[in-house]
């Protein structure tokens, strides 16, 4: 859904951009300071808005605090301090991390105030009320239903089987295709001769995108957390950019083919453009991998919690749908009563007329979680219905 969509991209960018800060472009000294304090504020901001977007967002921070903490340690620092030098270069890296601090304090202070249309302490109140609204309802689960086996809460495998039946083709071709294209050049160098054997793997690249993806992973897969999957996307996004990053920077194969590098982009290109297409349509409250016989029977999420049943242009391609009762697709809510607050993100990237040509004529009430509710009245349902 679109809210899932944006807290994903802006999660993946905040990650780029704090990846750029351990990494910055070779320049001098000044220069290098400058390029860390504005990717460092960059991230902090895509960072703030993800978390105005969805509140789950913050489960990266604890990284962006851990890069910090061990950039400054000179952990990540591929040069070799020499130990006369390391008291003093120390201290001189804890005061450029403490203005970095400030700076990405300052600029994710800019991202509530942007989201929120110029009002800070109401963004600041609104994400604690949502705070202390998703903890209340994660404990009461999200109902899933898996080969028609309904829960409230995940199991052991539960979120294998659906990172399968939930990730688009489009994403296991990519993903595929930069883990082919890693492997090829590892083995080929391997068997190459009068080239060093040595692997060398960026620890920033795990500890940005790696860790915190198998991080929110587990956190999500526990019992008594929320198991929609799409909760998933932002550390999906994670992944992509971490494995992107692996092949080149990894140095196993720095002689790799022009047109195996040219293929490597295509895929990511085409996996992109699918895979925005099919997030942004207008009709998807939920989508699925072609490759699995039928949502309705192997699989439904949000929209039995929201007794929305299946979008119509899927409902057609199913008899069993009947037996899941709800209302036309796109975005529509039984209530009327809204009991979340509107996040400031999605007003900013996703808020709106919906797509959905029948519902061009209302206007939505309340954008709640990702879904525009409309306040229809018997007439308007009766169109509705009618038209459809």
Same mark, same amino acid.
């Given at each position: /859904? ?69 950039? !400054? ?55 604690? %009320? ?167 029977? /192997? ?7 929201? /007794? ?24 529509? !809510? ?5 009991? %979340?607050?509107? !996040? ?45």
């Amino acid at each position: /859904n679109v809210t899932d969509a944006n807290v994903a991209w802006l999660l993946a960018l905040a990650g780029i951009h704090l990846y750029l800060y351990v990494r910055p472009f070779q320049s001098t000294s000044r220069g290098k300071l400058i390029q860390k304090t504005i990717f460092f504020a960059l991230a902090c901001f895509f960072f703030g808005l993800a978390i105005t977007a969805k509140v789950t967002a913050l489960l990266y921070g604890p990284f962006l605090a851990l890069v910090v903490i061990t950039d !400054s340690a000179g952990l990540l620092n591929e040069e070799r301090i020499e130990r006369s030098r390391i008291i003093a270069v120390f201290k001189r890296q804890l005061k450029q991390s403490i203005a970095f601090v400030l700076v990405g304090a300052i600029f994710f202070l800019f991202a509530i105030w942007v989201a929120f249309m110029g009002d800070l302490r109401y963004g600041v109140d609104n994400l604690y %009320q949502v705070a202390v609204w998703q903890m209340g309802h994660n404990e009461r689960g999200h109902a899933t239903a898996l080969f028609q086996d309904v829960r409230t809460h995940g199991y052991w495998y539960y979120f294998v089987v659906v990172f399968f039946f939930k990730t688009p083709l489009s994403i296991w071709l990519l993903l595929a295709s930069i883990l082919g294209f890693f492997l090829y050049g590892h083995i080929r160098k391997l068997f190459s001769k009068g080239e060093s054997k040595h692997f060398h793997f960026d620890n920033a690249v795990l500890l940005v995108f790696i860790l915190p993806f198998i991080w929110i992973f587990v956190f999500l897969s526990s019992g008594n957390i929320q198991i929609g999957i799409r909760f998933l996307l932002m550390g999906i996004l994670l992944l992509w950019v971490g494995l992107a990053l692996i092949g080149p920077l990894a140095r196993t194969s720095p002689n790799t083919s022009r047109w195996a590098k040219y293929g490597l982009c295509g895929v990511i290109v085409f996996g992109l453009s699918e895979d925005v297409s099919t997030l942004r349509s207008g009709a998807y409250i939920a989508y699925f991998n072609p490759l699995t016989p039928s949502p309705v029977i /192997n699989f439904v999420d949000s929209n039995i919690d929201w /007794n929305q049943g299946l979008p119509k242009h899927l409902a057609d391609d199913y008899e069993k749908y009947k037996n899941f009762s709800g209302y036309i697709g796109d975005y529509l !809510s039984e209530s009327n009563e809204a009991s %979340q607050i509107i !996040s400031g993100a999605q007003a900013l990237f996703g808020y709106g007329p919906s797509t959905n040509l029948l519902l061009r004529p209302f206007e939505p009430v309340k954008s709640v979680a990702g879904h525009r509710l409309f306040n229809l009245d018997n007439g308007d349902w009766y169109r509705l219905f009618a038209n459809g």
